[in-house]
């Protein structure tokens, strides 16, 4: 880093480091004023806290794996939630079914794709975007599947789209889909 100086503005209570090509903004503290820079980066005069990550593409994996406990230790307990010709009456099947899977293979691949896949967008559009994508592709899937399969369940559809808003956001990431780095429309048409 260039040597720069520090200017004070007790008004703002903020202290700026104007250096050579670009002013880096701390919080001020009292105690000490480096324990603010933990969990901050600084990009160009723009503050980014990744501190605020939540980890909702986690929480949600969790969820499932608590699910899918909860199926193997009670026999009826998927019967109460999947997704069937019941569901336009019980309402609530159309958003249960997402956190419900029909085998370990099935939960192995659907959290592979929403820890990778979900963490990318949710890092990209922000938390609440992410669990609005995720929360509504699932239940839009769910309602076009309700028409087409007597019992359907599993997060397939939400997941595929956060895949979609991701190939909407950064088409040209690239990723390794069948073994092949591709860009990321490329692997979302394939898949």
Known sequence: ??????????????HKLVCYRYTTTAIYNKK????????????GSKTVNYMAFKFYAVWLSAVCV??????????????????NSQSYWEFWRFLTAIFLHSSLIHLIYNLFALLLFG?????????????????VSGVLANLVSVS????????????????????????TMAVF???????????GILW
């Open 66 to 83: 608590a699910v899918f406990i909860l199926q193997t230790l009670f026999s009826g307990f998927t019967d109460l939630f999947v997704l």
């Open 148 to 171: 087409f399969y007597p019992s359907s369940l599993g997060a397939s559809g939400a997941i595929f789209g956060v895949i979609g808003a991701l190939i909407i956001i950064r088409p």
């Open 1 to 14: 880093m260039k040597s720069g100086r520090w200017e004070s503005n007790p008004r703002q209570q903020r």
């Open 177 to 187: 889909a069948f073994g092949l780095p591709m860009p990321m429309f490329l692997a």
């Open 119 to 135: 963490s990318i967008v949710e890092r990209l559009v922000g938390e609440k975007r992410f669990l609005i994508i995720f929360f």
């Open 32 to 43: 000490k004023l480096w324990g603010d820079f933990k969990g901050y980066v600084f990009n």
